[in-house]
């Protein structure tokens, strides 16, 4: 009866886990829309934009002009799947006038980054919100902030890379203390950033397809360390060691996102830091609340309280055997879809 309670528990933290992070089959799908706006002259101005792939053909969005602009059918064209380009015309573009993301289905609820280059100021990077479609080129009524856009960028990222959460989330049962959790999980934050930096900074270049299956890889390792005794593996003795290998991978991962993207030529230095701290911030919550959640599935499960230190709150050895019967199989459906892609 005990066992079955906590695997209720369990079930119950990974299920909330689960629909909080998005649909698994999207599992490092969380692009925002890319549109690029350049002034070429005076009333003359190129628009760009790159749809995320997670986004269905039938739904492609289209970018609603204001009623002052015409659009030069001439030199409007798809530079290659996914990616389109228009010029425009416009006479009398004020403040007030607004460019609109219209898609024809549904929203499906991504973040909007808008990269705006005027004749006569600085580049503008401005980040919307699923809930904004609407935005002007002239007007301070948004965010404007280059380091806000990628720190948030960073943040929603990790939230909605839902196979980097379940290999940071199988870290943590590694780390029997506080201390040993601290190194693995920053020599992990250490790793990633260094491979982070260099791929984003075109220092290093891989190509991004085998190391996204590696990384589904690198999760099935995790979970099948799992069901094994623990002190008999270098995983369960020296986490970090292993968080620090598989970081430096991880890290490719969240560079090609800011691949697709972009960084700002002006910025590029800032607006990578930020990224980067994004995607700490949002690390640092997803623990906190996989503890807490755990913390409370332990304590439904025992009826006792479920203790202050990390080996107390993950003592329980049926957590490990059921995260790992949960998450290897996924991991390797991933790893399978992945790998078709080559």
């Not at 929603?156 to 989330?169: P, R, T, V």
């Not at 250490?190 to 900074?201: F, K």
Request: one cysteine or more; charged letters at 15%; glycine letters at 6%.
């Amino acid at each position: 009866m005990l066992y079955f309670k906590q695997f209720c528990s369990l079930l119950l933290v990974i299920s909330i886990l689960w629909f909080s992070t998005g649909n698994p089959a999207f599992a490092h799908e969380s692009r925002p829309l890319y549109i690029k706006i350049i002034q070429e002259e005076a009333n003359t101005y190129t628009l760009t934009w790159r749809t995320p792939l997670s986004i269905t053909w039938d739904n492609q969005p289209k970018i609603q002009i204001p009623d002052v602009c015409t659009p030069n059918v001439a030199k409007s064209s798809s530079i290659q799947v996914g990616i389109k380009q228009v010029s425009i015309r416009c006479q009398g573009l004020t403040a007030d006038h607004q460019f609109s993301v219209i898609y024809p289905i549904a929203n499906p609820s991504v973040s909007t980054l808008i990269d705006v280059q005027l004749l006569d100021k600085e580049k503008r990077t401005i980040l919307l919100g699923p809930e904004q479609q609407s935005f002007g080129l002239f007007n301070d009524n948004v965010s404007d902030k280059t380091w806000l856009a990628y720190g948030t960028l960073g943040v929603k990222h990790i939230w909605l890379g839902i196979d980097h959460l379940l290999f940071i989330g199988c870290l943590v049962f590694f780390a029997r203390g506080w201390k040993k959790l601290f190194w693995t999980i920053t020599g992990f934050t250490l790793a990633h950033s260094v491979t982070l930096g260099l791929a984003s900074l075109d220092v290093i270049r891989v190509n991004i397809l085998p190391i996204e299956a590696i990384i589904a890889l690198s999760i099935m390792f995790l979970a099948v360390e799992l069901t094994r005794e623990k002190n008999t593996t270098l995983t369960w003795r020296y986490p970090a060691i292993v968080a620090i290998s598989f970081g430096l991978l991880h890290g490719f991962g969240f560079a090609s996102v800011l691949a697709d993207i972009g960084l700002p030529e002006n910025d590029r230095l800032i607006s990578l830091l930020f990224f980067n701290l994004g995607i700490e911030v949002g690390q640092l919550l997803f623990i906190a609340a996989l503890f807490a959640l755990v913390w409370i599935g332990k304590k439904i499960a025992t009826n006792k309280p479920a203790g202050s230190t990390v080996e107390e709150v993950l003592a329980v050895r049926n957590y490990y055997l059921i995260a790992a019967y949960l998450i290897g199989p996924l991991a390797a459906f991933w790893f399978w879809q992945r790998l078709a892609q080559f």
